[in-house]
């Protein structure tokens, strides 16, 4: 008599192994990326449950959220028991974890350092294959009052309009501009442009009492102030 395959379904496991349990009655705090990603998922494959399937995919990405949300749909469709529909809802759920982030940074509303220009930034361009260029625009107690996308370019370079920042800034009554851009190749040295488009904006910028009190280089993982190194 042929045996039946083993189900690795989650509901089919001890209760000392079932993620979804663990986090009803211990709390998320106690599960690991893997047991997470498992509820997720719900199931694995033949050979092995959601939580091993899930943890040779963080072996993959090196154990790093940040990777794996890099991965494509199709990517994530090579891994076996990870079909269409599991790897859209592994791929909403990480968007939906870097949106959260974003949304956090910006009711600190109050910007207070460099870092938290970056903490409010890079979920937004740090990870980005192109260029793009930002503005935040900021009241008197250096407030959030609105940060916004002035041009998005290749990966060599963006084009920034001074008049439109100019133009933008008085809409929105800001009296502080804090200036944003990422490098793709990860890089953190400004280059000539950064310096003279920086320079021309706080030029322009001071003759309408706005000031420009910082501009940041942001990358995945680290950034470059021009307020923090002196060269604003």
Same mark, same amino acid.
């Given at each position: 008599?042929?045996?039946?395959?083993?189900?690795?379904? %989650?509901?089919?496991?001890?209760?000392?192994?079932?993620?979804?349990?663990?986090?009803?009655?211990k709390g998320k705090a106690t599960l690991s990326d893997a047991e997470?990603?498992? %509820? $997720? #998922?719900?199931? !694995?494959?033949?050979?092995? &449950?959601?939580?091993?399937?899930?943890?040779? %995919?963080? *072996?993959?990405?090196?154990?790093?959220?940040?990777?794996? !949300?890099?991965?494509? #749909?199709?990517? $994530?469709?090579?891994?076996?028991?990870? !079909?269409?529909? =599991?790897?859209?809802?592994?791929?909403? *759920?990480?968007?939906?974890?870097?949106?959260?982030?974003?949304?956090? *940074?910006?009711? /600190?509303? /109050? #910007?207070?350092?460099?870092?938290?220009?970056?903490?409010?930034?890079?979920?937004?361009?740090?990870?980005l294959e192109h260029e793009e260029f930002w503005i935040i625009f $900021?009241?008197? &107690?250096? /407030?959030? %009052?609105?940060?916004?996308?002035?041009?998005?370019?290749?990966?060599?370079?963006?084009?920034?309009?001074?008049?439109?920042?100019?133009? &933008?800034?008085?809409?929105?009554? *800001?009296?502080?501009?804090?200036?944003?851009?990422?490098?793709?190749? !990860?890089?953190?040295?400004? &280059?000539?442009?950064? /310096?003279? $488009?920086?320079?021309?904006?706080?030029t322009a910028s001071e003759s309408l009492d706005i000031k420009v009190?910082?501009?940041? #280089?942001?990358?995945? =993982?680290?950034?470059?102030?021009?307020?923090?190194?002196?060269?604003?």
């Open positions: 008599m042929q045996e039946r395959p083993t189900s690795f379904s %989650i509901k089919n496991w001890s209760q000392d192994d079932q993620p979804r349990e663990k986090l009803l009655y997470l990603l498992a %509820i $997720l #998922i719900g199931s !694995g494959n033949r050979e092995e &449950s959601a939580v091993a399937l899930c943890k040779r %995919i963080f *072996a993959s990405v090196d154990n790093n959220l940040s990777e794996l !949300g890099k991965l494509s #749909i199709s990517q $994530l469709m090579e891994y076996k028991g990870i !079909g269409e529909a =599991k790897a859209i809802t592994i791929a909403a *759920a990480l968007e939906l974890g870097r949106r959260r982030r974003g949304e956090e *940074a910006l009711e /600190k509303k /109050k #910007i207070s350092s460099s870092n938290s220009v970056f903490e409010l930034m890079q979920p937004i361009i740090g990870e $900021l009241n008197n &107690s250096n /407030k959030v %009052i609105q940060k916004k996308q002035l041009s998005k370019g290749g990966i060599t370079g963006t084009l920034v309009d001074v008049r439109l920042v100019l133009k &933008s800034a008085l809409e929105v009554g *800001a009296t502080g501009l804090i200036l944003a851009h990422n490098h793709p190749s !990860g890089t953190l040295k400004p &280059s000539e442009a950064d /310096k003279q $488009l920086t320079n021309k904006l706080k009190l910082d501009h940041l #280089i942001v990358t995945e =993982k680290a950034y470059f102030s021009f307020a923090d190194e002196n060269v604003l």
